[in-house]
Each structure stands twice: as C-alpha cells, then as structure tokens.
C-alpha cells in the first residue's frame, strides 16, 4: 500500500530553519506531483508548496514565498522541504501529500502523510 512518511520536525527558534523530508513507498513516485500542507491548532488545513513530477517547477504559498524551498530525489522517492527564516506563525504539523496533478487543492491530493510536527519559538 502507498506509505508517504515525514520526518525532520521539532522545535526551533524564530529566525531558524528545518529540512523536512517525505519518503514514499508503494507508488510510482516520479509520476506524481508531490505537496506539501500544514495545519496549524484550530485552523484549516493550508497549502504550502507543490513541486511537479519532474521537479523542473515549484509553487509556493505567498506567506513562504523566499523562506521555503520544495525539492525532490525521484530516485530516492523521496520529497523535502527547506524551511529558512522560521517565524511563530509558521508552527503547524506539516503533511507531505502526492497528486496525479499538479495543483494546491488538498482535495486533489490522493495520499497523505501522517505529518510531523514543527514549533517555532519567539
């Protein structure tokens, strides 16, 4: 069955940054477009960045724009996100999620992650 695991959360300082990775198993990796989402205690989930199957091009939300970086390894089946210049506001759980399209609409998104989790200290 598809399996997409996050890993690389925890606690930062404001001003800090974190490498989020997402490892996939059971699905043809690179015929997917890869997202990532986070979710933040009493709110919606939110889209943060979208990278297509080939990797050539990424997307992000206007609130990461320059901070975040989505990249992939197909041969690795493996997704990450760079995240630089941390803010409180950026504390979430982060979801990893894979789509046949290449899009921001987590209801298009097919497999999801568990998620992991990131605090960001004032």
């Known amino acids: 069955q598809v399996q997409l695991v996050e890993s690389g959360g925890g606690l930062v300082q404001g001003g800090g940054s974190l490498r989020l990775s997402c490892a996939a198993s059971?699905?043809?990796?690179?015929?997917?477009?890869m997202g990532w989402f986070r979710q933040a205690p009493g709110k919606e989930r939110e889209f943060v960045a979208a990278?297509?199957?080939?990797?050539?091009?990424?997307t992000y939300a206007d609130v990461v724009k320059g901070r975040f970086t989505v990249s992939r390894d197909n041969g690795k089946n493996t997704v990450y996100l760079q995240m630089n210049s941390l803010k409180p506001e950026d504390t979430a759980d982060y979801y990893c999620?894979?789509?046949?399209?290449?899009?921001?609409?987590?209801?298009?998104?097919?497999?999801w992650g568990q998620g992991t989790q990131v605090t960001v200290s004032s």
């Open positions: 990278i297509r199957r080939s990797g050539d091009i990424a």
């Open positions: 999620a894979a789509s046949n399209l290449y899009v921001q609409r987590a209801a298009q998104y097919a497999y």
């Open positions: 059971g699905l043809s990796f690179s015929n997917y477009a």
